[in-house]
């Protein structure tokens, strides 16, 4: 199985600032047919995980402009232009090129 | 709307058995693979099955491999999960999740139905 590693493990942000996840894999997410399958979730407390980014980069339906990822290969990255208040939770790297799909052991985002 | 709602969780003793049901809606339910994906409490997220749109195919991850079972009506717009010989490890919300095959992600998710095995 892939072995997908984020961190920081916790994040606290000031509101209106930036933030950075960073998410590495065991192995290169190329898939055979060229795609990099590699989602980010986003989990706000008591809530289930959303979608937030699929194949690095794109942003799912409804998802806001503030949050883009970006990366290569095996280096992933998950970024917050400016933190707002309802971005605190818990942010999950995830790969899907190969089965079994596998998640990121999470990164908490909190207000300082 | 996409919706999926999950049901059937509760305490249940070590050994027990209990069966979660998942109810899709606003979707061709029979064209899309589905997945149970788990969180232990204050734990991150795990998948634990996945089936194909015709239930031909069906995949577990090795701790539940004997003892839990994912089936599927199509007829009903239902997905289901039997969970045998439980373990006070596999206390956990259980979520059902829609698959896209395409971006190889979960999009939709429901709300989660929590499983405690506990004496």
């Known amino acids: 199985d892939i072995v997908m590693t984020q961190t920081p493990l916790s994040s606290p942000v000031t509101l209106g600032q930036p933030a950075s996840i960073s998410c590495r894999s065991g192995?290169?997410?190329?898939?055979?047919?060229?795609?990099?399958?590699l989602s980010w979730l986003q989990q706000r407390p008591g809530q289930p995980p959303r979608l937030l980014i699929y194949?690095?980069?794109n942003r799912f339906s409804g998802v806001p402009d503030r949050f883009s990822g970006s990366g290569a290969g095996t280096d992933f990255t998950l970024k917050i232009g400016r933190v707002e208040a309802e971005d605190v939770g818990v942010y999950y790297c995830m790969q899907g090129t190969q089965f079994p799909w596998t998640f990121g052991q999470g990164t908490k985002v909190e207000i300082k | 709307e996409v919706q999926l709602v999950e049901s059937g969780g509760g305490l249940v003793q070590p050994g027990g058995s209990l069966r979660l049901s998942c109810a899709a809606s606003?979707?061709?339910?029979?064209?899309?693979?589905m997945t149970w994906v788990r969180q232990a409490p204050g734990k991150g997220l795990e998948w634990v099955a996945n089936i194909k749109p015709d239930g031909s195919e069906k995949y577990y991850v090795d701790s539940v491999k004997g003892r839990f079972t994912i089936s599927r009506d199509n007829a009903k717009n239902s997905l289901y999960l039997q969970l045998n010989s439980l373990r006070a490890e596999d206390t956990a919300v259980y979520y059902c999740a829609r698959v896209s095959s395409s971006t190889s992600s979960y999009p939709y998710w429901g709300q989660g139905t929590l499983v405690t095995v506990s004496s």
């Open positions: 194949k690095i980069s």
């Open positions: 192995q290169s997410l190329v898939h055979s047919d060229g795609n990099t399958y």
């Open positions: 606003g979707f061709t339910f029979s064209t899309y693979s």
